[in-house]
């Protein structure tokens, strides 16, 4: 039987198996062919010059059959998948012993996309500094370098970092980049003012509505607040680079963060809401759902806040990785809030339809407006309280 290829996802941001980009496919095959992929997927990329890291490939028997996870860190994913691709149709191809199948055509055609996407080294410097820096960075949708975000934020155009006759290779960057010397035209970046705004992040089910209500609210008080709604992975991409932001919120598409991973770097603010039950499947199950859909909680400043809905238990597992004080939220008062609370924590939570929010033992009660369904009106509340927390 064939390796049949029945998920390719590319990371294009921190995901669940790796902060950052990688690929991961989910192959079928009638056999183990755990160590031919392995070999196969260095050999490979060796050969076209695309730097892969932590390749890890697990394999376990269901239905009669061998299924595959493959995952591995590259800082060209799209290439990457396109490799992973090749790699499947090469083993394929050796297993029927057929021969009229032109393996070397198609590594070279690899080869030529690998070099045509390959950024200046100059670029690659940048990058590297500003990752030692810690300051976000990263390739837009048009081509241009984004160093920093919104208002703290500097494009650089790759095209006049080229150099007649050099010669740039994308394999520099590494999967974790190796430490560059200083780029000359570093110098002219102005580094000083360069950093990450106010990054919200929340993510669930259905959460544009309660994130259009905070987002509203915070630019009333503050201006200069960008937020997208339901954002796909480019829209997000799209706010962090506007020099206008002072302030950035973001509500992202599960569906394109379970598939291309987290668009930021850094937050202040993460929440996960809830689940959305038709994509359990497609992630393998729900606790793998709540660590793809919650990898904001990772990237959470350690000042910062995170948010989680307790009433879930695959979302409450999360608490054991937050790097950063949580809140946690609930429609009743339950063992895992009471226990928060002991150890000092904030929790909001329903007491006969209205928010009680509470900090160890000291609680207040808000009513919800009219207009507000009481949940939409506790989550609402929870993430000003978060965002009041760390400005």
């Known amino acids: 039987m064939a390796i049949d290829i029945c998920t390719l996802a590319t990371f294009d941001g921190p995901n669940r198996f790796d902060p950052r980009p990688g690929v991961l496919a989910r192959l079928r095959a009638g056999r183990d062919h755990s160590m031919a992929l392995r070999v196969a997927l260095k050999d490979v990329a060796q050969r076209i010059g ?3 890291g932590a390749p890890c490939i697990d394999s ?24 992973l691709r090749y790699v499947v149709a090469l083993l394929n191809a050796h297993d029927v012993g057929d021969e009229e199948w032109d393996a070397d055509e198609r590594l070279w055609d690899l080869q030529k996309k690998r070099r045509a996407e390959a950024l200046p080294l100059q670029a690659l410097q940048l990058i590297a500094e500003a990752s030692a820096r810690r ?3 990263f390739v837009r949708c048009d081509g241009m370098i984004q160093i920093g975000y919104g208002a703290r934020g500097y494009t650089v155009d790759p095209a006049s970092l080229h150099k007649s006759g050099s010669s740039p290779r994308q394999s520099h960057a590494g999967a974790g980049a190796p430490p560059f010397a200083p780029s000359p035209v570093s110098a002219v970046v102005p580094w000083d003012r360069l950093g990450s705004v106010p990054v919200v992040v929340v993510s669930g089910s259905a959460t544009a509505s309660i994130a259009g209500i905070f987002a509203a609210q915070v630019a009333a008080r503050q201006g200069r607040t960008v937020s997208a709604l339901s954002a796909s992975f480019d829209a997000a991409r799209d706010c962090l680079t506007d020099p206008q932001a002072e302030t950035v919120i973001l509500d992202l598409d599960p569906f394109d963060l379970l598939r291309r991973g987290l668009p930021v ?4 603010v993460s929440a996960l809401i809830d689940l959305p039950d038709a994509l359990v ?18 990237v959470t ?27 946690l939220i609930a429609r009743s008062e339950h063992a895992a809030l009471r226990t928060h609370r002991a150890a000092g924590g904030s929790v909001l939570f329903l007491r006969d339809q209205t928010v009680v929010v509470a900090r160890g033992w000291d609680e207040i009660t808000i009513a919800p407006l ?22």
């Open 301 to 327: 400043a350690p000042g910062g806040r995170g948010i989680l809905n307790a009433d879930d238990p695959s979302i409450l597992a999360l608490t054991d990785y937050a790097p950063c004080p949580l809140i």
């Open 60 to 83: 376990h028997v269901a239905d009669g059959k061998v299924w595959h996870e493959a995952f591995f860190v590259t800082p060209m994913p799209a290439i990457g998948a396109e490799m």
């Open 135 to 137: 300051i976000p960075a």
């Open 281 to 298: 499947s497609e992630a393998g199950s729900r606790d793998n759902l709540a660590r793809a859909l919650g990898v904001a909680l990772l």
């Open 50 to 52: 695309l730097v892969i």
């Open 370 to 391: 009219p207009d507000l369904d009481p949940w939409q009106a506790l989550v609402v509340e929870a993430l000003h309280r978060a965002f009041a927390d760390v400005m």
């Open 265 to 268: 770097e850094h937050c202040v």
